[in-house]
């Protein structure tokens, strides 16, 4: 797939390289796209990328949401939208209670993108377990929660989840990312597949 990254940091400099392991094709896209130094990918504006990628993972500052967005305009229109940002307390955005009114991070995201298909990834685990543990075989796969409204997006989100090397748990629709974001007991623990089940098993009880 062609697969546009939004932001070249952490967490998009580690998935980049990842599916283009896998096979995919990756262009980064940023204010600044002859700084990337990523490999085997391309590098754009984020507009320009935005028009290229059948599929795009957003890994930026939740507060610069608007600002990107308002860079993809019509481009996310029935697209897959990966985001992975949290919101983390002090920092951006500055409408924290706005976010959390919205359902969570995830839902208030997708407000920002009518049309895409926005799902809900990568935003629980520290970007060096995920260079660390990616195609884990001597113990249990690291587990990436999903959510998102779209069962196609869902499934496509899997697929790139596993060809990451890791394994996907679903969560529901896009405002049960709120049962995986900053401050649950999941976040940033590095969680296996299996505590995530377990851990979701509670949630819906």
């Known amino acids: 797939?062609?697969?546009?990254i939004i932001g070249a940091g952490m967490i998009g400099?580690?998935?980049?390289?990842?599916?283009l392991k896998a096979g995919h094709e990756v262009r980064y896209g940023t204010r600044h796209p002859e700084q990337v130094q990523v490999p085997g990918a391309g590098s754009d504006t984020v507009a320009a990328v935005g028009q290229w990628a059948e599929v795009l993972?957003?890994?930026i500052p939740l507060g610069a949401t608007p600002e990107v967005a308002q860079a993809l305009g019509s481009s996310v229109q029935g697209?897959?939208?990966l985001?992975?940002?949290n919101l983390i307390a002090g920092k951006e955005p500055t409408d924290a209670a706005a976010v959390a009114k919205s359902g969570g991070s995830g839902?208030?995201?997708?407000?920002?993108?009518p049309g895409a298909h926005v799902v809900k990834a990568f935003n629980t685990v520290y970007f060096k377990i995920l260079q660390s543990q990616s195609g884990r075989t001597d113990g249990?796969?690291?587990?990436?929660?999903?959510?998102?409204d779209d069962a196609a997006a869902l499934d496509t989100a899997q697929g790139l989840v596993r060809d990451a090397g890791f394994e996907p748990v679903v969560f529901g629709a896009l405002s049960q990312a709120i049962h995986f974001e900053n401050g649950t007991p999941v976040w940033n623990t590095g969680a296996s597949?299996?505590?995530?089940?377990?851990y979701l098993s509670e949630v819906r009880a």
């Open 140 to 148: 249990p796969q690291l587990g990436i929660p999903l959510a998102g």
């Open 57 to 59: 993972a957003i890994a």
């Open 83 to 85: 985001d992975t940002g």
């Open 1 to 4: 797939m062609k697969i546009g």
């Open 193 to 198: 597949a299996e505590a995530l089940r377990r």
């Open 13 to 19: 400099g580690t998935l980049g390289p990842l599916w």
């Open 107 to 113: 839902v208030w995201v997708a407000s920002h993108l």
């Open 79 to 81: 697209k897959v939208v």
